[in-house]
């Protein structure tokens, strides 16, 4: 079955390290996001990508980077780990249409120390 | 900004109740889109409805069934006849003009036995 995946699922850091949350789907979808939340705020969008190469900054992108380089994957990266930066981190996708429903990965969970 | 309002931040509820949960938005655009997304205990987001700004109509799944009202900006959720497994937190949310989803702040169901 077609699908989204997070990987770590949890993960513990320290202040100023470089981390990396990995996402990845199999329904060959074009649009894919990447949200964080926090109690209180919802979900709020990190960054998205409507394509191989494309790459765009959501509302809270500060400290956060993407890259685009196949369809599948939406790795997302923190340049300097911060404590502000601990959250749940909730990637998603969705087919190709701009307004096409997003479904969602399980979630990362980030502590940073 | 044009923000998703869930005023209810908990609602606990005994098995069998019927329970609604409220969603007001905001928005200048005259098309838009509406969804509510089920979080449970575990942590994933399960989508559970998708609406269109032009379809009115109240839609009815099983046990769940959404009020769609233009004239007062509300998109809220009932579920007929509670259950112990509909204890979750659930997220409304709207797309705007820029595609982005804009989710309110979600509200924690408790369904006790």
């Known amino acids: 079955d077609a699908e989204i995946t997070q990987s770590p699922r949890h993960k513990i850091t320290e202040t100023g390290r470089q981390v990396t949350l990995a996402c990845h789907q199999t329904w060959n979808h074009n649009n894919m996001f990447w949200y964080r939340q926090d109690l209180g705020h919802g979900l709020r969008l990190i960054h998205y990508?409507?394509?191989?190469?494309?790459?765009n900054k959501g509302e809270v992108s500060d400290g956060y980077s993407v890259s685009r380089s196949n369809t599948e994957d939406l790795p997302l990266t923190l340049e300097s780990a911060a404590s502000s930066q601990t959250s749940v981190y909730f990637c998603?996708?969705?087919?190709?249409?701009?307004?096409?429903?997003?479904?969602f990965g399980p979630g990362t969970r980030l502590t940073v120390l | 900004a044009q923000k998703v309002t869930q005023a209810q931040t908990e609602i606990s509820v005994v098995e069998k109740e019927d329970v609604t949960l409220d969603c007001v938005y905001e928005?200048?655009?005259?098309?838009?889109?509406l969804f509510w997304y089920k979080q449970p205990p575990s942590g994933e987001l399960v989508f559970l409805i998708r609406r269109n700004s032009f379809d009115e109509q109240n839609e009815i799944s099983g046990r769940y069934s959404w009020n769609f009202q233009k004239s007062t900006s509300s998109f809220n959720f009932t579920i007929t006849a509670s259950q112990v497994v509909d204890s979750a937190v659930y997220f409304c949310a709207r797309m705007d003009s820029s595609y982005k989803l804009i989710f309110g702040s979600g509200t924690r169901l408790l369904v006790r036995p």
């Open positions: 990508s409507y394509g191989v190469q494309d790459t």
């Open positions: 998603a996708s969705s087919e190709s249409r701009l307004w096409d429903t997003q479904f």
């Open positions: 928005t200048r655009d005259t098309t838009y889109y």
